[in-house]
């Protein structure tokens, strides 16, 4: 059941715009997005529901398409601080009260 | 501020030699997790704790173990390390547990060497 994320790496020149894609396989009640900077913990970007709730940083774009259980990320204007790993991590059920289950990542690199 | 704090940052071990990585917690959060975390990998749940009600993933070794004494400390225990387990554990906690859509609060991680 771990959600699969696309692509698994990309490079982006400062300025540049880039989608991060999640999809699972199984009914989703939220999807949670997370960027890890190397050697350091993950750090919370933000909460999708279904419903349409929305939990986050204001800088921060992303959507949820319920029906296709798809998640993604949208990084407009990258700056060099926007390099790490990303990863989605689902909550399924109706209530999705089960723990996180995180996608592969995605690793993104800003260059100057 | 409040945070998840976890002791200590390094820990080198020998093959074998029993180890316990701590994580406390000043949110008052009703739930904490372990996740195991290799090296370009998605972190991965070891176990969680709600309230004090433990629950096991189904796939992690017997030789980890934990403890919550109480709301604010989780103890990760290594029964006997083996080279597979050098990883980085990160501990993270949230509010709740039973409706989903809480946002995890991440230590910074202990990275475990296993020599």
């Known amino acids: 059941q771990q959600p699969v994320q696309s692509p698994q790496a990309v490079i982006l020149r400062e300025g540049e715009d880039a989608v991060i894609n999640c999809s699972s396989s199984?009914?989703?009640?939220?999807v949670h997005w997370y960027r890890q900077k190397h050697g350091e913990a993950p750090v919370f970007l933000m909460i999708?529901?279904?419903?349409?709730e929305q939990k986050g940083h204001e800088k921060i774009s992303a959507s949820f398409n319920e029906k296709k259980q798809q998640s993604s990320l949208y990084l407009t204007a990258s700056q060099l601080s926007y390099s790490g790993t990303y990863f989605c991590?689902?909550?399924?059920?109706?209530?999705?009260?089960?723990?996180?289950?995180f996608g592969k990542g995605t690793r993104l690199s800003v260059i100057a | 501020d409040a945070m998840v704090i976890q002791n200590p940052r390094y820990q080198v071990t020998q093959f074998g030699k029993p180890v316990t990585l701590s994580c406390s917690q000043t949110?008052?959060?009703?739930?904490m997790y372990w996740y195991q975390q290799k090296s370009s990998q998605a972190p991965k749940l070891l176990f969680h704790?709600?309230?004090?009600?433990?629950?096991n993933e189904a796939d992690t070794p017997d030789n980890f173990q934990s403890r919550r004494p109480n709301t604010s400390f989780c103890f990760l225990d290594i029964r006997s390390p083996g080279l597979g387990d050098a990883a980085m554990y990160l501990c993270?906690?949230?509010?709740?547990?039973?409706?989903?859509?809480?946002?995890?609060?991440f230590g910074p991680g202990t990275r475990l060497t296993v020599l």
């Open positions: 991590g689902t909550e399924i059920g109706s209530s999705g009260n089960t723990p996180l289950v």
């Open positions: 199984k009914a989703l009640y939220s």
């Open positions: 949110l008052n959060h009703n739930v």
């Open positions: 993270a906690t949230s509010r709740d547990l039973r409706r989903g859509g809480n946002e995890q609060f």
């Open positions: 999708l529901l279904k419903g349409g």
């Open positions: 704790y709600y309230d004090k009600d433990f629950n």
